[in-house]
């Protein structure tokens, strides 16, 4: 529900901002063609920029899982150690004693787990720096895209199409084409 609300919200904003402006500029001369129209989806679809970002985040995917099966095999080794260190210490032990060593062998296990949890952390977190890095890159090309297309189209204000009932010009196929043209 907060999502619709926030998407009303920007629409609302968006109607609102475009209100202003025609307000400002005067009904009259504000031509239709002055507001661009961009859809969102077909451009991270079919921008080269978007799409080299989909293809990293993929490829960093497939690193986390690989580097989490890695770290599974470890612990799997270790835990096969462990049993067998704990099972020869176990030997010719008291009920006592045995529970004692039981607990000192769970705590290791426990602090292995807790540093696989760290190690996992530390490189999602190192993926999700470049990952945003290189998303604020390809945002940049997008907005410079959209407005090279503007320059060249005299369109003043650029709208998601979904926020446009009527008028203004659709660019989004020229925006992706500005984006192929800068590979």
């Not at 919200?9 to 400002?24: F, N």
């Amino acid at each position: 529900m907060k999502g619709k609300n926030f998407f009303l919200a920007v629409l609302l904003g968006g109607c609102l901002l475009a209100a202003a402006v025609m307000a400002s500029w005067g009904a009259a001369s504000l031509r239709v063609e002055a507001l661009g129209l961009v859809d969102p989806a077909k451009i991270q679809e079919r921008f080269p920029a978007y799409v080299r970002l989909l293809d990293l985040k993929t490829t960093y995917e497939k690193e986390m899982q690989t580097y989490r099966n890695h770290l599974s095999g470890q612990f799997q080794s270790y835990l096969t150690e462990l049993n067998e260190e704990k099972e020869a210490k176990l030997a010719g032990k008291s009920a006592e004693e045995k529970k004692a060593i039981e607990a000192e062998y769970a705590k290791k296990v426990q602090a292995k787990q807790n540093e696989m949890v760290r190690q996992i952390q530390t490189k999602h977190e190192e993926l999700q720096k470049k990952l945003d890095a290189e998303t604020a890159k390809a945002d940049a090309k997008g907005k410079e895209a959209i407005a090279a297309v503007c320059r060249e189209k005299g369109i003043a204000i650029v709208l998601n199409k979904t926020a446009v009932y009527f008028g203004g010009v659709e660019i989004t196929e020229a925006v992706i084409a500005k984006g192929q043209s800068k590979k």
